[in-house]
């Protein structure tokens, strides 16, 4: 006979599977692909589908060697439906990532905590985390990322408690495939977290020898072929450059997003905000569980949290998104928290509510404020230019900001004071729905500043299908991919001066305006047309010479 309660834990992942893409997919393809990393990576995509090449990436017609292939095949095969790659198919591989992780960190909580109601609440403080929100709706390759280091995570802890050699088989193929998204970091740390796991919770029990033989073997299984394909059409450099100079040397020996060790003290708040909330009252001694098994639990996530904040601390090189991990992983923290806060009523819990409570009002006055600000503002510009208003999108923004302002003030009024515990999590419900607003109605209407599309359709019809279009210093990929065409690219004046002594007939050059001064022979530049893409102005010209030729060897 089939025990009924093995059915509870699975309609819970498929309702908590159904409410995310409620959530994640919606209006994804409202707004355009903002550069930088949307529309390179959908670029990328294009060239792969467009010359039918899947081993070796190619972008603007130049191999790729910046990231592995993973990411990108899951946005072709999300574009084929499509015919092209576009803005959803784009998001859909990261939105469909963050689905399924909301329903992994709902299994992984349930095993270390063994509470089904730490286990919802967990997850719902992942969905309510404002960095996690943004990049699940975003063209990014972080959610595919954690996505698949969870799950690997997950299949580990499985294996070792069940002491099942198959499931730990099908975590290291997890590993492989997360290798094959972002290279040696996807192994590094699904392991750093399983050997926390084994110290912690498993009682140093580490799995036989024979498991990582095997697991090494089918770990190779889903990244030979490709590595075999990479070695027949392109040269060794290409694999080295991937999986050693991507990773190794963008760690030890950054070239960009220099920032200081402390970095990720200024950014964390921001970055798990409204959850961050919830991890103070861990920093009473009362609040901290009795049970070691339920200690341990909490230090098992402080760790792997831990990890990944001093590891990225330790590089120069520092983005914001990098220490997502450490978000997710202290989801089920504070998802303890909050299952503790919902039945107890200490001076310390009611004090801290009173915190809760002032700070939704604090919110709800700064969204009014800005909807005043917006609403204002599109008046008075109305009454300026009747015709063509800067901001056509005032009085609908400041609607939706009114709005979000209405629903985090009803949350602290009187008629839930008698229900304290329950405002908790009516505030992170309030932090979900102006999320979605934000994304679903907000940020569309900014395409206006941030798409390159206007601008690439201006150029398009200035330049011939049939001109040679240059660039001047680095392009701009949101322009490169709305352009759909290959652009020539000269990093230095030297090389487009080279160029330009023998220049051809309908040759057409873009720059940013910043640049205008390094382009050679600039007093016979010509612009034709100029635009701005975000807070970038960026020129379209040509060279218009005395003598009516298209070259400068007498110039």
Known sequence: MVN????????????IFIVAIFLYFPFLGKRDLWAPDEPRYAQIAKEMLKYKNY???????????????????????ASMPFGYVNEISTRVPGALSASLLCVVIFLITLDIFGSTTIAILSTLCLVGVQKVFWEARFGQIEMVLNFLMFSAFYFFIISIKRRNIYIWLVGCILCALTVLT?????????????????????????????????????????????????LEHADKSYLFD???????????????????????????????????F????????????????????????????????????????????????????LCPVTGYVLSRIWYEKIPFIVLFHKFIKWLQIGI??????????????????????????????????????????????????????RYLYNMDVRFLVSCLIFSFFLHCFLLPPIDRFKSAKPYASEINSIVPKDAVLINFK???????????????????????????LNLERNTYIIVYKRDLDEIPYNQYFKVLYCGKIGSKTI???VYQFQDGTYNLQGA
């Not at 070796?56 to 072709?76: D, E, G, R, T």
């Not at 098994?293 to 983005?319: D, P, W, Y």
């Not at 322009?479 to 230095?492: A, G, H, P, Q, W």
């Open 364 to 417: 709800s006055i700064v969204f009014i404020l800005m909807a005043l600000c917006v609403l204002i503002d599109g008046i008075a510009q109305l009454i300026r230019s009747p015709l063509i208003p800067n901001n056509p999108y005032s009085i609908y923004e400041s609607f939706i900001l009114g709005v979000a302002s209405y629903i985090f003030w009803v949350n602290t009024g009187r008629k839930f004071s």
């Open 242 to 276: 991937i999986f050693y100079i991507q990773s190794f040397g963008r760690y030890t020996n950054p070239w960009h997003h220099y920032h200081p060790f402390y970095y990720y003290l200024f950014t964390f708040i921001p970055g798990f905000f409204p959850v961050v």
């Open 278 to 329: 919830y991890l103070v009252p861990l920093f009473k001694k009362e609040f901290w569980p009795s049970t070691m098994e339920l200690k341990r639990a909490i230090l098992l996530f402080l760790f792997i949290a831990g990890f990944v904040v001093v590891f990225f601390s330790i590089s120069k090189g520092k983005r914001d998104i990098y220490i997502i991990p450490a978000y997710i992983a």
């Open 182 to 230: 972002k290279g040696p970091i996807g192994l590094l740390f699904p392991g750093v977290f399983t050997l926390i796991y084994i110290i912690l919770i498993a009682e140093r029990k580490f799995p036989p020898i024979h498991w990582f033989l095997l697991g090494f073997v089918m770990f190779l299984i889903p990244i030979f072929p490709w590595a075999m394909l990479v």
């Open 4 to 15: 009924a309660s093995l059915f509870k834990p699975f309609f819970l992942c498929v309702a």
């Open 474 to 500: 680095q392009p701009n990929m949101g322009l490169l991919f709305y352009l759909d065409r290959t652009m020539k690219v000269f990093e230095s004046r030297k090389e487009l001066e080279s160029l330009s």
């Open 55 to 77: 081993t070796i990436l190619h972008l603007n017609n130049k191999i790729y060697k910046q990231k592995p292939p993973l990411f990108f095949w899951s946005i072709a095969i």
């Open 539 to 541: 020129t379209l010209g």
